[in-house]
């Protein structure tokens, strides 16, 4: 994956500002993390969370930060923007925690793990920066649970090595799958709510439950051996 992400930060920086001088973008800003995103976000959900940005140049910055970004099933030298925040009295060296508010389409976003690379940009003056690389995991809108309606699921041990259980008191369950972080279906039962996770690689999955009344619940959960 580092092979992967050195890749494309090449690519995109490449195909990017490939047409730009050195005169035009200087090294002003860097993002030092991302602030409130869940790892895990709904298809089309409408999010609010912030950029840690750092003022790594040698002057004062006031004004507005586009927030670029590329994502690994784009096109190559395309990007799309997170959105638009303000800076004033941005002195060398300061941090400050800048929020946007944006909408992960899966028009954009594939369903399932997403290389993200997102970088600062001065609309005036013209700046860059050094880019920021992070992974969000998109699922399914349909395989939310609807709003108003809640499900009492429990999936108990979690972390799971051998075994994991699906319960619930107030709905019965009709069936249950289990996803890695790619998006594969690696587990799925009509008739067991208690399922073998032995022979599964260690790691994050997500968990469905499909309820006789409709309704799907989803849940991150920690299963397999190493």
């Known amino acids: 994956m580092k ?28 993002i030092d993390q991302v602030v409130g995103l869940p790892d895990t976000l709904n298809a089309n959900g409408q999010y609010t969370f912030g950029f840690l940005l750092r003022n790594v140049g040698n002057s004062l910055y006031s004004g507005t930060i586009n927030f670029d970004f590329y994502v690994d099933s784009m096109v190559p030298g395309t ?11 941005f002195t060398p060296g300061d941090t400050s925690l800048i929020p946007v508010t944006y909408t992960f389409s899966n028009n954009t976003f594939n369903i399932g793990d997403n290389v ?3 970088w600062p940009r001065a609309i005036n003056p013209n700046s860059a920066a050094d880019s920021l690389t992070f ?3 998109i699922t399914n809108l349909n395989s939310v649970e609807e709003s108003g309606k809640t499900s009492d699921l429990k999936i108990f041990p979690n972390p799971a090595q051998d075994f994991v259980s699906f319960t619930s008191e107030k709905n019965r369950i009709e069936e249950v799958r289990m996803y890695d972080m790619s998006g594969r279906l690696v587990l799925q039962s009509k008739e067991h709510l208690k399922i073998f996770t032995g022979h599964l690689t260690e790691g994050v999955y997500i968990a ?8 799907i619940s989803r849940r991150k959960i920690i299963a397999g051996r190493n």
Do not use: M, N
């Not at 990017?16 to 200087?26: E, G, M, N, R, Y």
């Not at 990007?79 to 009295?89: A, E, L, M, N, T």
């Not at 469905?208 to 309704?215: C, H, L, N």
């Open 135 to 137: 992974h969000v995991y």
């Open 79 to 89: 990007s799309q923007s997170f959105g638009v925040g303000q800076v004033g009295g």
């Open 3 to 30: 092979k992967l992400v050195s890749l494309l930060s090449v690519a995109l920086f490449t195909a990017v500002f490939s047409t730009k001088t050195q005169a035009q973008f200087a090294g002003t800003f860097s």
């Open 208 to 215: 469905e439950a499909y309820f006789a009344d409709g309704i």
């Open 116 to 118: 993200v690379v997102v």
